[in-house]
């Protein structure tokens, strides 16, 4: 898939005082992004998505994490991306996995929220129906927990109908 983009300063918020440490102080980046990478590991381990052999690298110079590892399906493949990238202090994800099987499942697309946001608003502009919210909040588990619980700069996995 390549490099995505997003929102640095939003969303789950994981790195510990040695990341932003070094951010200060560059002579601790190679221990800072270390850490940081296992943050975003055990985060993503604890959504339970069927990937294996995943492994993240994190380079504190560019906010880039990269994801490795073997997805069970497309769906899980954005999940994973998705979950690495709504990290606050993530800007791009370098996404170097692969899926196990290739179903005949398009790529989803995605949405970054804006203030104003609900699901309802956003399942009308892209599926024309308000109501199809749920299909927006099934493809975004286990990261949203809740439909009336979004934020801006989270982005959002939008599955074709």
Do not use: C, W
């Not at 940081?36 to 906010?63: G, K, M, R, W």
């Not at 993530?90 to 398009?106: F, G, L, N, S, Y």
């Not at 892209?126 to 979004?150: C, S, T, W």
């Amino acid at each position: 898939m390549g490099l995505i983009s997003f929102f640095r300063d939003a969303g789950e918020k994981l790195f510990g005082k040695e990341v932003k440490a070094a951010q200060a102080n560059p002579a601790q980046a190679a221990e800072a992004n270390r850490a940081a990478a296992t943050a975003i590991e055990n985060h993503l381990a604890s959504f339970n998505l069927p990937v294996t052999a995943l492994t993240v690298t994190y380079d504190l110079a560019t906010n880039t994490a990269k994801v490795y590892g073997i997805a069970k399906d497309q769906a899980t493949r954005e999940r994973a991306i998705l979950a690495a990238g709504n990290v606050d202090g993530v800007q791009h994800v370098d996404d170097q996995m692969t899926v196990e099987v290739a179903a005949a499942q398009p790529p989803a697309q995605y949405y970054t929220v804006v203030k104003g946001d609900t699901l309802s608003k956003i399942a009308k502009q892209f599926y024309g129906d308000a109501n199809a919210y749920n299909a927006i909040f099934e493809a975004n588990k286990p990261m949203l927990k809740h439909p009336d619980k979004i934020y801006p700069g989270q982005n959002l996995r939008i599955p074709s109908r």
